[in-house]
Every structure is written in C-alpha cells, then in structure tokens.
T-cell receptor, first 114, second 110 residues
Framework: DAGITQSPRHKVTETGTPVTLRCHQTENHRYMYWYRQDPGHGLRLIHYSYGVKDTDKGEVSDGYSVSRSKTEDFLLTLESATSSQTSVYFC?????????????FGPGTRLLVL | QKEVEQDPGPLSVPEGAIVSLNCTYSNSAFQYFMWYRQYSRKGPELLMYTYSSGNKEDGRFTAQVDKSSKYISLFIRDSQPSDSATYLCAMEAAGNKLTFGGGTRVLVKP
C-alpha cells in the first residue's frame, strides 16, 4: 500500500463549525489531491497541490480551503461546515517519476455534518 | 450530461464468469485511462492504466480503449468472489486531474 494516512477517519460535527481533515504521506510525492465521494456523483476533485505552498482548485472547491506547508501533509478545511458537505473524503498522491496517470488513494474520512 | 458515464449496476455474475465493464466519455482530449477497484468502506486502488487506444492485459484483467468511439472497457476473466467490489473508470486530459465515472458495483456469487 502507498504510504498515505488520513485523520480523523470518522467525524461528526455541527453545521457552522470549522473542520480540518489531514492527509499525510510518507512517499515524498509531489502531487496531492482531495476528493469527495457521493452516491451518484463518483469522485469529484476539490483541490489539489503540485508542490509545497502550490495549490489549485478542482471542480467542487466552494466552501473548502487547503494548505500544504510540508511535502508530506495536505490539509483540507471546511470553513463553515454545511449538511451538503456530508460525504466521504479521500486524499490521493501521485509520483512525478511514474508519470501523471497514477494516483494512489488513502483510506478515506467519513464526515457527517448535522 | 456528465463527461464520463458508467452504469451503476449492480452487475451480478456467477463465479468463473467473465465480468465486462465499460465507460463512455465525451471529452476527446482524454489521453490516459484508468480503472480503479474499491472495496466497501475502503479507498480506490489502481488496477490498470492505459495511454491512448489499444488493449492492455494484466493477469485476469484486460483493459481496452477505443478513442474513436469514446469507449473504454475492463474485462475480468475467471471471476472470483473476491472480485466483488465497485469498479471506477477514470480519465485524464492533462494536468494531473482525473475525471471519474460513478462506478459499477459488481457481485460475484459463489
């Protein structure tokens, strides 16, 4: 398995509270991604990073922010959680050396916003 | 209309049968094509990837890409109960951003 961990693995929170999810990798890969997975929508890209302090938006970035201060950590913050952000969140990493097409996924974080 | 379409299933087959999965897409700029397998309550794991058109085989798995028809397929031979999972197709045009299908749930019955 690729060395990716996500924390927390499960979280219940209330509408309006900020939430931060963490992705940690031990592979020293350059690219890191945050996705959400919902029934009927598959995996959708929220934000991604192509290096330390280099990030960009995906297709569903509204209400989310990210930060990457170290190669190994990529944080996803829900600034003010809403019920529509109840989802399963996956982090992925991609090795530069192997080419762009191979992304490896973490185990996911299940988030419930009440 | 979604860029990548995939039948959600479930697709139920007896053990030993061939599983046939497919995705259609609309963006002709897609160049890289991938199949991921996802077990319940786990992250997706990469099964196969191909560049441009053609076939690729890896053990019991064969991936096919037909860019002229904007159609990709995954075949699983001699299916096993352990192949029961959701299979996601994914595609990339450029820039390391993948577009996923919604996934097909497969059940292989002993």
């Amino acid at each position: 398995d690729a060395g990716i961990t996500q924390s927390p693995r499960h979280k219940v929170t209330e509408t309006g509270t900020p939430v931060t999810l963490r992705c940690h990798q031990t592979e020293n890969h350059r690219y890191m991604y945050w996705y959400r997975q919902d029934p009927g929508h598959g995996l959708r890209l929220i934000h991604y990073s192509y290096g330390v302090k280099d990030t960009d938006k995906g297709e569903v970035s509204d209400g989310y922010s990210v930060s990457r201060s170290k190669t190994e950590d990529f944080l996803l913050t829900l600034e003010s959680a809403t019920s529509s952000q109840t989802s399963v969140y996956f982090c992925a990493i991609a090795p530069v050396a192997k080419g762009k097409e191979t992304q490896y996924f973490g185990p996911g974080t299940r988030l419930l916003v009440l | 209309q979604k860029e990548v379409e995939q039948d959600p299933g479930p697709l139920s087959v007896p053990e030993g049968a061939i599983v046939s999965l497919n995705c259609t897409y609309s963006n002709s700029a897609f160049q890289y094509f991938m199949w991921y397998r996802q077990y319940s309550r786990k992250g997706p794991e990469l099964l196969m990837y191909t560049y441009s058109s053609g076939n690729k085989e890896d053990g019991r798995f064969t991936a096919q890409v037909d860019k002229s028809s904007k159609y990709i397929s995954l075949f699983i031979r001699d299916s096993q109960p352990s192949d029961s999972a959701t299979y996601l197709c994914a595609m990339e045009a450029a820039g390391n951003k993948l577009t996923f299908g919604g996934g097909t749930r497969v059940l292989v019955k002993p």
